[in-house]
């Protein structure tokens, strides 16, 4: 998933972004209200957090800012106010999901795969041919046999499988999968696409991951040429 942590506490927002890094998503960074809106007007993100003691405008007002900005990506709200009351109010300002602070990061991931979740309730599978994907269940199925991928390469074939038959540049892909500032000029998205192959076409009987010359990849049925979900 995109992430948008929204965290003046640099420390904090590191130790943030280098957990939920590790666990294949792509976060980007905001240290204000401010930076959060504009980012969020140009960013469709699955999953935004946003701590409610925030320089200027406070966390409230930013998500209730979101809302009227119509971002309908959920909002997990960071915060050390754990009252009822004040959860009530976060949860009416527009927020999906209150956690207080200090948190266990094993919580905080239970909320953020609960959050991703939601998006895809009434279409949870994504399929392609022979090669089914979970993203509730974080599995990867291929003539049935389990595929098994690392964080990074899960993200990256749902990413593929959500635009199966579309040409993906590797800019857009360095922008989803990995952190909007990765140098996509590095040869690491071909590594990662070669490790996908060897484990999701390798030993099947014909391949979906296509290489277009001087542009990107695309993910189709080669025998129809056309994309099924």
Known sequence: MRILVVEDQRKTAQFIKKGLAEHGHAVDLAGDGRDAEAAARVTD??????????????????CRNLRRLKVTAPILMLTALSSTEDKVRGLDYGADDYLAKPFA???LLARVRALGRRPRA???KLKIADLELDPSMRKVVRSGKTVSLTAREFA?????????GQVIT????????WDIHFDSESNVIDVYV?????KVDKGFAFPLIHTVVGVGYVLKDPRSGKAAR
């Open 45 to 62: 993100y699955d999953l935004i957090l946003l701590d409610v003691m925030l320089p200027g405008q406070d966390g409230l007002e930013v």
């Open 194 to 198: 070669n490790f996908l192959r060897k």
């Open 170 to 177: 590797r800019t857009a892909i360095a922008e989803r999968v």
């Open 105 to 107: 990061f094993d919580e």
């Open 156 to 164: 990256l074939l749902e990413f593929l499988m959500e635009r199966a």
């Open 122 to 124: 009434t279409n949870p």
